[in-house]
């Protein structure tokens, strides 16, 4: 198994490992998730908490788990044993890498179902169905869908085909293939919508509403689901970025491009929210509608505009591509993991890794319907699964990686890789060793107490 070409692959350039990094933090957190919070918290106080979070929380730790990557040219769980050892820790520090890699299996079994519902919703969108629904009609039609398990295997079913099919690639003919496809075309289609926005008549108010911070909305839960989110969107606890930092080159600049992803993913963020927002003023729907923004709101004001067929289409289209660039990267660290610590190839490894996140993805599928009144905990087992992820996993695996450079790796070393000057070096280390784990800290407790 040590001689496995896989083991050693790399990214063919930075273009192209910067595309696949933007890719994965590029995601249903940017085009579904982020809209819908920024509209529960008040607008642009939101977004102003949320980048100040990006920069002091979300930078170090995506730097430090590309730097682990690259020092261990493994999966995860190897990256973190050999280099603990290598240094005379403990082998404790090796469940970082565990627990990446569990997360990102839990978080795909979900999130390929939530991709399937992107899915349904092109044919909904292509076909005309939101033409002359009312406000329950769509809401009949995102119940509907729920409601049968039948139709979400379905769906999930193929999203999981997708995925599998892209990582089954490999490196250069998979994620990087990936990338240079979806991601231009995200991009494209963000700028179609945006121009569409523009022409609502409420593109003034869309942008004041994201960019003009009301500060009497700055609550204790707007600071924490700000500093939250922006830890989660850019891919981080999951074992995603150390994996990928496993086939990146030691010519790569690990700041610089580092930065470039992170304003990038924000830049993808806000421009969903010009997308979206202008469209929910001119309708005069609700922007705290939640959730259900995309699902539900959305739908009803493209039912009702000129051209809605085509720019809903383009919508749910450009879901489905932010959707599959997460997905990829989620499977990506379950596959690497077992190719190199198990007889088989990367495609038998690929088919596992696929079977078995679509097998648990099932649990969420029923949760809708047959086994709604299956509550552990009190909660879905969707619920259950975002909550164990997002609130105890990968705050706690964040929180290990950011200690494990900032205090247990030496100073050098971590200069070495970073290649900083030396000022910027000492803001970084500072940031790391203290700035990133209150947060991160701050983000968990306040999590289990909320």
């Known amino acids: 198994m040590a001689n496995k070409t896989h083991i050693h692959a790399q990214w063919s350039s930075r273009l192209a490992f910067m595309m696949a990094a933007v890719g994965s933090s590029v995601g249903l957190g940017n085009v579904w998730k982020f809209p819908y919070m920024t509209g529960e918290s008040g607008g642009g106080a939101f977004v102003l908490i949320y980048m100040v979070s990006i920069a002091l929380i979300g930078l170090p730790i995506l730097m430090s788990e590309w730097l682990l990557g690259r020092l261990g040219q493994k999966n995860p769980i190897t990256t973190m044993s050999t280099i603990a050892g290598r240094l005379k820790r403990s082998q404790a520090w090796a469940l970082i890498g565990v627990g990446g890699i569990l997360a990102a299996y839990l978080i795909l079994s979900f999130y390929s179902v939530i991709g399937g519902w992107a899915l349904a919703y092109i044919k909904y969108s292509v076909t005309g169905t939101f033409s002359g629904l009312d406000g329950d009609g769509v809401s009949s039609l995102f119940g509907n869908l729920l409601g049968s398990p039948g139709r979400l295997l379905a769906w999930h079913s193929l999203f999981m085909v997708l995925t599998i099919g892209v990582v089954a690639g490999g490196v250069s003919g998979g994620l990087e293939r990936a990338a240079k496809l979806l991601m231009p075309a995200l991009a494209v289609l963000l700028v179609v919508l945006v121009g569409y926005a523009a022409t609502t008549g409420s593109f003034a108010d869309g942008l004041a509403y994201l960019f003009r911070p009301d500060f009497s909305q700055l609550t204790g839960d707007v600071w924490l689901a700000a500093l939250g989110h922006a830890f989660f969107t850019l891919s981080l606890g999951m074992g995603i970025m150390m994996a990928y930092g496993s086939y990146l080159s030691d010519d790569v600049n ?71 660039t997460s997905a990829i990267s989620l499977l990506e660290p379950i596959v690497e993991w077992l190719e190199e610590q198990s007889p088989l190839s990367r495609l038998q490894a690929t088919l596992v890794a696929g079977a078995a996140t679509w097998l648990l993805g099932i649990a969420t599928v029923l949760s809708f319907n047959d086994w709604s009144g299956f509550q552990p905990f009190g909660m879905s087992i969707l619920d259950l699964l975002d909550y164990l992820t997002s609130k105890l996993m990968l705050p706690l695996t964040g929180l290990a990686t950011i200690l494990f450079v900032g205090w247990v790796m030496g100073r050098d070393e971590v200069r070495a890789q970073l290649n900083m000057s030396p000022t910027a070096f000492a803001v970084w280390r500072f940031t790391a060793r203290f700035v990133s784990p209150i947060g991160v800290a701050i983000v968990f407790i306040f999590g289990l107490i909320n």
């Open 254 to 324: 690990i700041g610089r491009t580092a930065l470039t992803v992170v304003i990038l993913d924000t830049v993808i963020a806000l421009a969903a929210g010009m997308a979206i927002f202008p469209v929910v003023f001119a309708n005069q729907l609700d922007p705290a509608a939640g959730p259900g923004l995309v699902f539900q709101t959305l739908p009803l004001a493209f039912g009702g505009m000129s051209g809605g067929i085509l720019f809903g289409s383009l919508f749910f289209i450009l879901l489905v591509f932010a959707a599959l």
